[in-house]
């Protein structure tokens, strides 16, 4: 609070002013939302760096656009319900998200007009970028690289070939230095694909045929 007396006339009457002035308590508290605010902001720049030296270094996530690595990893596809059994299955869709007609798995019906079906993403997999710095990759295991003509495309495949091995396709089987690639049970039970469940015929009798 200042206090002082206005310029004025011989004629005037003096009078006595006071001015006050508003200055910060520098001993008071902080507001509270200017304290919240950076706060709030401190952490969203440390949860940024965080997110970035993870993706660069430790991992990073990836979605599955096509169904080359059907049925271990699902592209864009369309989900139905048979109408027959009601097992559930996935059908593939292109770019132009167009599919084939649907057949169940299970019982061998046809997809119909009233058929349920659900048009889904492809699956999510978080890669992580590290692992194969304490060990190397094993026949048969899901990795992915970048492609080397376009390091922003990012391929997700089955590791089949080995540093110094010759790979071949006899007959349908992977040939590795002249000899099949046999799988162990492990593999096998990882790979395999379902072509007919008998477990499930269908409510309606007979079944399609197989």
Do not use: N
């Amino acid at each position: 609070m200042v206090l002082g007396t206005p310029a004025t006339s011989e004629s005037a009457p003096l009078a006595l002013v006071a001015v006050v002035e508003e200055t910060p308590d520098p001993g008071g508290e902080p507001d509270p939302r200017s304290s919240g605010a950076r706060r709030m902001i401190e952490a969203l720049i440390a949860l940024g760096l965080c997110i970035l030296i993870v993706r660069t270094f430790v991992a990073e996530a990836y979605v599955v656009p096509t169904g080359s690595m059907t049925p271990t990893l699902l592209g864009r596809h369309r989900e139905l319900a048979c109408l027959s059994c009601g097992a559930s299955f996935a059908v593939g869709l292109d770019e132009a998200d167009e599919s084939a007609r649907g057949i169940c798995p299970r019982c061998g019906e046809r997809e119909g007009p009233t058929t349920p079906s659900l048009t889904r993403g492809g699956d999510r997999v978080l890669v992580q970028k590290l692992f194969h710095e304490f060990r190397p990759p094993k026949r048969w295991e899901i990795a992915v690289f970048r492609f080397p003509e376009d390091p922003r495309q990012a391929y997700v495949k089955r590791v089949v070939g080995l540093p110094g091995d010759s790979i071949g396709l006899v007959d349908g089987d992977v040939v590795v230095d002249g000899e099949i690639a046999r799988k162990s049970l492990a593999d096998f039970q990882a790979l395999r694909i379902l072509v007919h469940d008998s477990a499930g015929t269908g409510r309606d009798w007979p079944v399609a045929a197989r």
